[in-house]
T-cell receptor, first 117, second 114 residues
Framework: AQSVAQPEDQVNVAEGNPLTVKCTYS??????LFWYVQYPNRGLQFLLK??????LVKGSYGFEAEFNKSQTSFHLKKPSALVSDSALYFC???????????????FGTGTRLTIIP | DAGVIQSPRHEVTEMGQEVTLRCKPI?????LFWYRQTMMRGLELLIY????????DSGMPEDRFSAKMPNASFSTLKIQPSEPRDSAVYFC????????????FGPGTRLTVT
């Protein structure tokens, strides 16, 4: 079974400060990891993914995330927050166990990020 | 590409009525997913298709829900009869599977059952 935990329902950050949105995961095999962002009244929008290779992945809008296998974490980060980053952020995992066809993503419960001007 | 297209964007119906939600995936994508989002339950996977064939429908709440994908460019999610607890935002997403991995979401259909 695969699962994702986002321990913080809400994160508040002052504009210009660095931000971190936390995510931990559990899978049987190796993970594919994703971050999505959802703006009000919109669908989820893909931000970045870790499939293999470099543990630090860079994505849209200046976001990046670091894959840490020993801590089973995939935290989302940005060096300097913008007010426009305020949104709902979802972490998701897919378990790659070698059984092709398992395309299910398991999403976390979401973290609401508010950037304070 | 136009992205994933969903219709209608908003649907208000009375309890007991049939509701049909529609989705057009991104051209070339061979996987299609239906999700439901509510404040209480978050984002739930209802069903997904591969090459128009349902692969996993374990998330479908009950027999009142059904989904079809008659061809590669169209899918429907039907609720019959609808109940107030079905009120939610329903999302469709698609991906090209092993060549892309990430899912692309449509704008959603906000369903309100009164």
């Amino acid at each position: 079974a695969q699962s994702v935990a986002q321990p913080e329902d809400q994160v508040n950050v002052a504009e210009g400060n660095p931000l971190t949105v936390k995510c931990t995961y559990s899978v049987s095999g190796n993970p594919y990891l994703f971050w999505y962002v959802q703006y009000p009244n919109r669908g989820l929008q893909f931000l970045l993914k870790y499939i293999t290779g470099d543990n630090l992945v860079k994505g849209s809008y200046g976001f990046e995330a670091e894959f840490n296998k020993s801590q089973t974490s995939f935290h989302l980060k940005k060096p300097s927050a913008l007010v426009s980053d305020s949104a709902l952020y979802f972490c998701a995992v897919r378990d790659i166990r070698g059984d092709f066809g398992n395309e299910k993503l398991t999403f976390g419960t979401g973290t609401r990020l508010t950037i304070i001007p | 590409d136009a992205g994933v297209i969903q219709s209608p964007r908003h649907e208000v119906t009375e309890m007991g009525q049939e509701v049909t939600l529609r989705c057009k995936p991104i051209s070339g994508h061979d996987y299609l997913f239906w999700y439901r989002q509510t404040m209480m339950r978050g984002l739930e996977l209802l069903i997904y298709f591969n090459n128009n064939v349902p692969i996993d429908d374990s998330g479908m709440p009950e027999d009142r829900f059904s989904a079809k994908m008659p061809n590669a460019s169209f899918s429907t999610l039907k609720i019959q009869p609808s109940e107030p607890r079905d009120s939610a935002v329903y999302f469709c997403a698609s991906t090209s599977g092993r060549t892309s991995y990430e899912q692309y979401f449509g704008p959603g259909t906000r369903l309100t059952v009164t």
